[in-house]
């Protein structure tokens, strides 16, 4: 028996099975994986890196190349796409995440030997090894065509040289070369490779930037106290240039393209001309912190009414404000477009905001969104079942602010929607967050998302059919919305 589990080829066989286990019971997927494939599809059919937008291939800027460059080169392999080849990429992934478990086993191995030249590293490579190889938290990612596992991997391959260049820094160490004609000791060679394999890591994830600005840090921190204030900024130079390296392609294609200097991926997710409201969340951030605020607003711009008297008392310091805000949002909503002098008008709004009280735009909504995320730690588990639940109470839907006529509209809204979509609603009323939603329905996260997004447009369209089937009142744009600004630039 310890033979057995002594052996690496044991370890990696365990993690094949327990991400294979992942990938044939709980295979899932989330709204970025959609805009992936469509992304690699176009790529790969019409050579366009793009969306369809309104039936058209759009050029668009919106998600790093790497992932779709992946997914293209799949799709090209076995000549299949979008979720038809899901099962391809997760096997594909199951097997760069058990790579990544050797890199880390080797990483702990490495610093295991930094700290004490003379140790047997083989029972830490082991150890971890078998940590990683049975890890649930990571080996599930393989199951979800999404960017972590090969975020994964190279930012692992990175912490191997970036390890070996500090202990390089201070002189200490194995060297890998002794001299060399070109850049003279292995010192150099562990900095352009750590930074190249960074770059790498940025075709997936555009902050993985972030691991160099740390590790120069460090480098700083040891070479000014060695006086090598010189041999700082060289490697930092040199590791700046090299990272740099994989994105001019993008760089420069976005620069063709689409016009514009963006070497990484727009911070809000926006469409290339599209309108980023910075005035608009300027004036959220004065008000809003509970989560279900977030229907009411942010989720509603350029799709849906802002309704002015359903938003909070505290969106407002005076009826004039009120009166204001009401103005700008009954011109949005005559187009359902945010135009930039609205988005100006609001800014101005929050900035007088803001400097009548910095206080709460600065601490008071942080602290707000802190408390209420311990709260909602602390009741997580107090769950109520929905069998014990009266069917007939409105709770089940967002509060409504109108009387008996708009109870009752929602009541038959609530009749026609599935019983899950209801489910759903009164966990997220209660203020459970998506992950303490995901752990009570057994759903993923990613999964769960878009669940209430489908249940949401399912109640839009109930809601207007019931109100006599007044059409839906289409965006004046020329673009397709792109995922909402307060998700994230990410959106993963």
């Excluded at 044991?10 to 294979?20: F, I, M």
């Excluded at 930039?340 to 008071?364: K, M, V």
Aim: proline share 5%; hydrophobic share 50%; glycine share 6%.
């Amino acid at each position: 028996m310890k033979r057995i589990f002594s052996s690496p080829v044991v370890a990696l066989l365990a993690g094949l099975c327990l991400r294979l286990f992942f990938v044939l019971r709980y295979p899932a997927n989330s709204g970025d994986t959609v805009l992936y494939e469509q992304i690699a599809t176009n790529w790969l059919q019409h050579h366009v890196y793009g969306m369809n937008v309104h039936d058209l291939v759009t050029p668009v800027d919106m998600r790093m190349p790497g992932y779709p460059a992946f997914l293209a080169l799949l799709y090209a392999f076995t000549g299949r796409i979008g979720e038809a080849a899901r099962l391809w990429v997760m096997l594909v992934q199951v097997v760069v995440d058990l790579l990544t478990c050797l890199l880390i086993a080797g990483l702990a191995a490495l610093l295991t030997l930094i700290g004490n030249d003379r140790a047997r590293p083989q029972r830490v490579f082991l150890a971890a090894l078998w940590l990683a190889a049975l890890c649930p938290f990571t080996a599930n990612y393989v199951a979800v065509p999404l960017t972590e596992v090969f975020a994964t991997f190279f930012t692992t391959a990175a912490l191997l040289p970036l390890c070996l260049l500090v202990t390089r820094a201070q002189n200490l160490g194995w060297r890998l070369a002794e001299r060399h004609w070109i850049l003279g000791n292995d010192y150099w060679y562990l900095a352009g490779c750590s930074a190249v394999l960074v770059g790498l890591c940025t075709l997936f994830r555009p902050e993985a930037p972030l691991l160099l600005l740390a590790a120069w840090l460090v480098l700083g921190v040891i070479l000014i106290r060695q006086h090598e204030s010189l041999r700082w900024l060289k490697t930092t130079a040199l590791m700046a240039a090299l990272c740099v390296v994989p994105v001019v392609p993008w760089t420069i294609r976005n620069a063709i393209t689409l016009h514009e200097f963006q070497p990484l991926a727009p911070k809000n997710s926006n469409l290339p001309g599209e309108l980023v409201p910075h005035g608009f969340m300027s004036w959220e951030k004065t008000w809003l912190y509970r989560f279900r605020d977030v229907y009411l607003v942010p989720w509603k711009l350029n799709e849906e009414v802002i309704d002015v008297n359903e938003l909070p008392s505290r969106a407002f310091d005076t009826p004039a404000e009120k009166e204001r805000a009401a103005m700008i949002l009954e011109q949005y909503n005559d187009e359902l477009t945010l135009t930039p002098e609205e988005d100006a008008a609001f800014a101005q709004l929050a900035g007088e905001r803001t400097a009548r009280r910095p206080l709460r735009t600065y601490l008071w909504q942080v602290v707000s969104h802190t408390c209420l995320d311990q709260l909602r730690a602390l009741s997580r588990w107090q769950w109520t079942e929905l069998e014990e639940v009266d069917e007939g109470r409105s709770a089940l839907a967002p509060p409504v602010t109108g009387g008996h006529e708009d109870r009752d509209l929602v009541q038959r809204v609530l009749e026609r929607v599935s019983g899950d979509c209801r489910q759903m609603w009164r966990l997220i009323a209660m203020g459970h967050s998506y992950r303490e939603m995901s752990q009570r329905m057994g759903v993923a996260e990613g999964t769960l998302r878009v669940r209430v997004l489908r249940c949401r447009e399912k109640a839009v369209a109930v809601r207007r059919e019931l109100l006599g089937g007044a059409p839906a009142r289409r965006r004046n744009v020329a673009a397709a919305p792109s995922p909402n600004f307060s998700k994230g630039a990410n959106g993963e």
